[in-house]
């Protein structure tokens, strides 16, 4: 209960360090029976991986994920499934010169604070590469999903700013930036090559739809479907706000503009965004999150070293521009995962009807 | 683990239905030692109560609360704290006509489609009124976190649309709206009362402060400090939305601007809301949640009935016009239930250096 | 996860000490739909009531049980329920003159150097009045196994040295000491009284027997089904060590003895115990658990005061002579929480075939 | 929740199948600064390792661990430690054969029931190869409380129906079967010898002693300390009963006998075993487990097919004779693992005080 696992029924517990090693990851509780190839695994991961050159970081991960355990003949057997991506690539000389500086808007300040020790190499655990564990284990899950008609779709609906003028989620796979509007693609690009050269980084916002849900996933009160959603999508390192349906837009309507009238063929409109009272209710599940600049920039920052002395420093080493789009793959995978959990959860309490 | 639980080490369970005898709350690993008396959580329970006649809910909920067992001449023994309040005042009456309908905008739908029954009286387990359990524990957590100077306070910083023009703490406590803003107070007041004059209800935005927490709370990964706080708003019904520090305004800024600098004397601003990497940095804690409209308008609804038939209806009963303030209360217990749960966990780790 | 719940997807969590105001438990993941009343639990808090005069505590519980939710028009609605039973007939006299003393065999002094702090009237929390709200909890996960064709039965197979020569399971309600051998009861009876007269007390042995189990349950490593009964039972505060099928005599047997040959109709015998690799292989569960004497003896003791001085001292009050068999009960309740726990986990997993 | 995990503080996950690529461990918990290398972990891994050629199994498991995360410069970091065992010198030839039958004794069959698919090589996921992850791991433990000076040792007081006459812990790592009567350890040799010879197995009785542990760990009802460390003994294959102090022989004393009388030097006697209350009282913990023959014997034996027809058969390949020695060595490692969780959860208690 460190922190380090995320589920009841269908439980995800990663590990490892941007230049450790190796990255892994262990799922507990995957159904028997499942078809389960490294290929499909791997193919997520190459969704993730760092694309463009200049645009997205230049690191060459590798990323070949293996399967240790928990998969026999093709098929998953309900017991743990091990899997590791071994890290290569590595150069740690960048991170020796600030090893004592506590880089702002980082997690150097924060871990020190926490443990009293830590591995200043590549951000440690606190690296945004740990994510590449809750992709492989998200790879499983939409596994899965696709199983159940159930389909998870992460795309960018604003970044630096720009805004999409319209949602067509038949142009997200045509641009790198997965922008459901191919026209704001292309002024989303310009602006991330502008702040790229002057060293500077971005934000934007991302929306997740899950489509096919069944009525029904969701327990009440505490681990309503939003805040397991939510938990999953703020654990993200770099999310910083999430919404549901209409969100923070709800705030300013009135009752009877918020409510989602019922007619027999379904709900007339969804700005609960699929969720009522925690529990899904058959509709499209509509989330958005809040994705804050990269913290590491190339500009002059002030901070302080290990013994509490103000320090001015530049960042060196490789790192994107923009979170944007590697971080949808990431949210698909933890919305995926929060998907299956429930459905196993709620699978227990069907059978007594 | 069928969601009505929260918290690892402070872990709260609370139970009971809007119209059934009584609702409850255990607090298992509430430390051994702290004083705490029944006038204390009384108090708490009393902020939470619906107030102003006309404005918010007429029902009077006497709320008695009754410590049955954890507490000894005064003390916390470490063993369960549970407490109960029970249901005076109830009228069922307004539910036998709407049994068999489903309220937009309410949970009657998806918990009939989770479980296949449900106490529709008052909402039942999806009413509102299950956070004065949250109340109750929330006012231990309090009462612990206020021995270790750590403080919380909710206040409301837009209501109806009308947002706050600054914030003074010291003006929270002088309006019942609990803004931080008297001369906005007003606005909101006479907003609510324009809305409530037509049977329509309101939304809002609620800041939560978390001041005086230690630098590092929080786990790394899942358990972020974050995650958690994101879950626990978000587990409040009318919750639909959460953001840390400048949240969403995150997603436009550019790194240069987000990242908060260091100095010797602290961080020189506080964008990250007091987060880093998941672990608390000693400043203070900032997190915005959006409040959806209250469903229960008392204008004509169209929706369906159990056998899926259309109907047109309109909602009697006692309802507030805005969850605000109210829910202001919810917001503080829960956060400090996260806050306390966080210190226990660091607690356990910090023993070892 | 300060111990006072159990189960994973049926969870239990209990509270309340001897002589504070009630005692009571909530069931959180109780499946909806299944009927159940005040009167069939009050029925299973009836067996465990102290029932023979001079024989067991002539303490004259009430032990009504109020049922405080999660049950709407008779049928569980799957949000928690919640009971209690409030304490009544209490006297806390005769605690008075010990409140300074460490009873040996008892709890005083390990929950004085846990929480430094103790609710020293009737044993507080470390009183076996606890268990009462083990068998509420029980009684209903009995209702759901009835559905199921699953029948769990407590017997008492040794007491006071004296062991039963047959196993006859028509026999058990035939005797209060619930011996499924007649003539040995008898003669365990004559055990009883003698000791009661000495102001000394008994221990025994009860097997436990769990039939209609299908195969499946349990979990494979650490949550295998033998290691949760095992746990559930070692939480009941006077058991000392538990055994299956064969148990410690298998630490005799030579691997073609111990083997349980397989045949097309089932397995030619059961030294396992109904258990294979924790998991369950469709025969009967056998279970025995070693029962030590209740430790308030009338005789003098030596111990020492909360200044560490060392006294001698008599228990005075109403107590047992032998926890058999009320503890029978309490056995019954723990093994039906811990098998409709399995078969909830193994219900969410077969889904998935 | 799928039971590959143990602990709530210092939580254990394994995973691996006996023939799969490899065995593995995630240590999530592990307090900060802890020195620990590879040598001493794998120095536990060799004392488990099968050692004399003809007793034990001859299969030369090379056994080397790696560490892949967690621990930085020589100290653990408080993230996950990840440990890796590959799976090296397997021929699953053997199991071709018997890959339709289900073995009596082993898992075969209920695995088959409870998930519809296994990986019959090997025993799989059931093997006792499982615990090379557990003793990994208790080494980690091990060396935490070689810190707080507690020490844990297992040694066999029973095999084959031999008993010891004396316990004399000097004298256990002097014989390879870890018994503490160097004499009664010659007979135990010769009668595996015997037994060897016939292609038949044995069991016996271990008992584990933890020394320092300081009082109050453990917590009420139902974590009490007994029923985590039985969970945890009871989760090892090959262990079908468990007992604490005299245990099983309490049943026969009277309560002027089983109660330990206490002086200001401490208890007078131990027949509690260091538990009182499910708390540690500070005495010496004793616990014993019934280890059942090994199911593996060369003798013809019956059981069924996959398709449920009877059939005859012999297990070759290369299997122990008695899971006595090397099963000391988890014992031990799950006994380091409770009492470290506990020590844990304790510590996050006692900073109230």
Redesign the interface.
Known sequence: ??????G??F?V?????SH???M?V?I??C????EISEDEIQKELERRRPGKINLTSPRRERDRV?????V?EG?T??????M?IRNEDIDSTPYEGIKNI?R????D???Q???????YRGG???SAR?TVSRVAAGAIAKK?LKEKKIDIVAYTV?L??IKVEKIDLSEIEENWLRCPDALTAKKMEERIEE?RSKG??????VEILVRGSP??L???????L???L???L??I?AI?????????R???????????????EGF?KND??G????????EDIIIRV????????K?E????DVS???VSFQIKGRHDVCAIPRINFVCEAMVAIVIVDHL??????????
Request: hydrophobic share 35%; net charge neutral.
């Open positions: 209960m460190a922190g380090n696992s995320f009841i029924l439980r517990t990663t590990w490892g360090e450790g090693k190796a892994g262990i507990d509780g159904p028997p029976g499942v293996e399967i240790l355990s928990g026999f098929k057997t309900g017991t743990p499934i091990s590791i506590y702002p808007g980082h997690a300040f924060t871990y604070a926490k443990y009293g020790i830590r591995d440690g655990r606190a740990e899965i604003e630096g700013g702040v500077d980084t971005l934000g934007g916002i009525p029904g969701g327990e009440p009160v505490f681990d309503k939003e805040a397991d939510g938990k999953a703020l654990s390192g910083r706000g999430v919404e549901f349906g209409a969100g923070f709800l705030a300013r309507m009135l009752g009877c503009e918020s409510n989602d009238p019922i007619s027999p007339l609960s965004g969720i009522l009272g925690g529990i899904s209710n058959g809040a994705v804050k600049p990269i913290p590491s920039i500009l920052q002030k901070t302080i509490n002395k103000p196993l959860r709620q699978r227990a309490l069907e059978g007594w009807r």
